[in-house]
T-cell receptor, first 117, second 113 residues
Framework: GAVVSQHPSWVICKSGTSVKIECRSLDFQATTMFWYRQFPKQSLMLMATSNEGSKATYEQGVEKDKFLINHASLTLSTLTVTSAHPEDSSFYIC?????????????FGPGTRLTVL | RKEVEQDPGPFNVPEGATVAFNCTYSNSASQSFFWYRQDCRKEPKLLMSVYSSGNEDGRFTAQLNRASQYISLLIRDSKLSDSATYLCVVKNYLSGSARQLTFGSGTQLTVLP
């Protein structure tokens, strides 16, 4: 099946620093990538939807200036958490939908665990 | 009210038991339905889609009741490896061609030896 990778798999940073998370579709082209956040014992919450070559669409309550999304190619989207604070500590998961797929399946990356000290 | 609500559990059952999970969704226009499983500290993985006529995949049976906006998952002859969190997921079609998955908060299952 289709493979999506995320890098890094975990990161620990100091408060105030910025962290970049990469999401790559390894064996397919992704027209759309999604970024989710999951706090402990809670559901995955969609943060934003990014389409290659255009601005991301953010969900209500998600600050676009804090969570910068770049989807510069059909195989790579990045999420940058700017000026991270402890409350940003969470499990960030991306998913990708294959270009031209008839099944409309989203393939999930393995997630990135962010801890802000 | 959450768009997708699940019984949070936890469910602790012995090996071989049958266990059922329930889920309700609030958007009557929701189009597609799924069950995912998520292991601790891992990404969710698609377990099965849920069809109106009900569908079965080995020991797993999913049911959908559109009138009641209710989805269920039945696991028969549970195995230790079934221990995970089961997520009820609903796909909504937004404007244009946009589609969006909405996840329930999950039901935790532990199968005990």
């Amino acid at each position: 099946g289709a493979v999506v990778s995320q890098h890094p798999s975990w990161v620990i940073c100091k408060s105030g620093t910025s962290v970049k998370i990469e999401c790559r579709s390894l064996d397919f082209q992704a027209t759309t990538m999604f970024w989710y956040r999951q706090f402990p014992k809670q559901s995955l919450m969609l943060m934003a939807t990014s389409n290659e070559g255009s601005k991301a669409t953010y969900e209500q309550g998600v600050e676009k200036d804090k969570f910068l999304i770049n989807h510069a190619s059909l195989t790579l989207s990045t999420l940058t958490v700017t000026s991270a604070h402890p409350e940003d500590s969470s499990f960030y998961i991306c998913s990708a939908r294959e270009l031209g797929s008839s099944t409309d399946t989203q393939y999930f990356g393995p997630g990135t665990r962010l801890t802000v000290l | 009210r959450k768009e997708v609500e699940q019984d949070p559990g936890p469910f602790n059952v012995p090996e071989g038991a049958t266990v059922a999970f329930n889920c309700t969704y609030s958007n009557s226009a929701s189009q597609s339905f799924f069950w995912y499983r998520q292991d601790c500290r891992k990404e969710p993985k698609l377990l099965m889609s849920v069809y109106s006529s009900g569908n079965e995949d080995g020991r797993f049976t999913a049911q959908l009741n559109r009138a009641s906006q209710y989805i269920s998952l039945l696991i028969r002859d549970s195995k230790l490896s079934d221990s995970a969190t089961y997520l009820c997921v609903v796909k909504n079609y937004l404007s244009g061609s946009a589609r969006q998955l909405t996840f329930g908060s999950g039901t935790q299952l532990t199968v005990l030896p």
